[in-house]
T-cell receptor
Framework: AQKVTQAQTEISVVEKEDVTLDCVYE???????LFWYKQPPSGELVFLIR??????QNEISGRYSWNFQKSTSSFNFTITASQVVDSAVYFCALRESNYKLTFGKGTLLTVNP | ETGVTQTPRHLVMGMTNKKSLKCEQHLGHNAMYWYKQSAKKPLELMFVYSLEERVENNSVPSRFSPECPNSSHLFLHLHTLQPEDSALYLCASSQDLAENEKLFFGSGTQLSVL
């Protein structure tokens, strides 16, 4: 069973639309960390956010927001008023009580002008 | 300038060749990682080094051989690879191995094995 599931393989939207990328995780640890990374065409994964399991406050950073819900083991990512530069592959990842970072398969987001 | 630099960006090699991938981090981090990214698969952790000692060898075939001569440099030596080894190889670093540490990635080496 996958520890991190990103059910959406590809999403295509038109500029200025809002889009939500889903992430569902599985762990037995009580302490864990969740991450989102962005991989633009250049290849380098760029860190977006980190969340620990004890902090369920939603977070907003500009056009980006994250909704962490332990009850459903989800950590969804919303981009408001999407832009072409948001086109990338987005990865959700889980780090449990060891150093291993487990990634989902990623969601390819294409924002069309 | 990125904190993690990987060379080469692209590599094409035959199955009998020997080549090496290089990774250098300028962030003063103590932990370094090799990941493999294949199409339609999650990133796979291959090797982890902490303070130049290998702490993880994730069932990786022996045709991949890592080397960490110091905390700033990480190599992946390749020999007698198979076509299925074609992938993007990503290097990453973090301050240490604590679970809350975020990873900083390089741009990767796109490897094609013919």
């Amino acid at each position: 069973a996958q520890k991190v599931t990103q059910a959406q393989t590809e999403i295509s939207v038109v500029e200025k639309e809002d889009v939500t990328l889903d992430c569902v995780y599985e762990t037995r640890d009580t302490t864990y960390y969740l991450f989102w990374y962005k991989q633009p065409p250049s290849g380098e994964l760029v860190f977006l956010i980190r969340r620990n399991s004890f902090d369920e406050q939603n977070e907003i950073s500009g056009r980006y927001s994250w909704n962490f819900q332990k009850s459903t083991s989800s950590f969804n990512f919303t981009i408001t008023a999407s832009q072409v530069v948001d086109s990338a592959v987005y990865f959700c990842a889980l780090r449990e009580s060891n150093y291993k970072l487990t990634f989902g398969k990623g969601t390819l987001l294409t924002v069309n002008p | 300038e990125t904190g993690v630099t990987q060379t080469p960006r692209h590599l094409v090699m035959g199955m009998t060749n020997k080549k090496s991938l290089k990774c250098e981090q300028h962030l003063g981090h103590n932990a370094m990682y090799w990941y493999k990214q294949s199409a339609k698969k999650p990133l796979e952790l291959m090797f982890v080094y902490s303070l130049e000692e290998r702490v993880e060898n994730n069932s990786v075939p022996s045709r991949f051989s890592p080397e960490c001569p110091n905390s700033s440099h990480l190599f992946l030596h390749l020999h007698t690879l198979q076509p299925e080894d074609s992938a993007l190889y990503l290097c990453a670093s973090s301050q240490d191995l604590a679970e809350n540490e975020k990873l900083f990635f390089g741009s990767g080496t796109q490897l094609s094995v013919l």
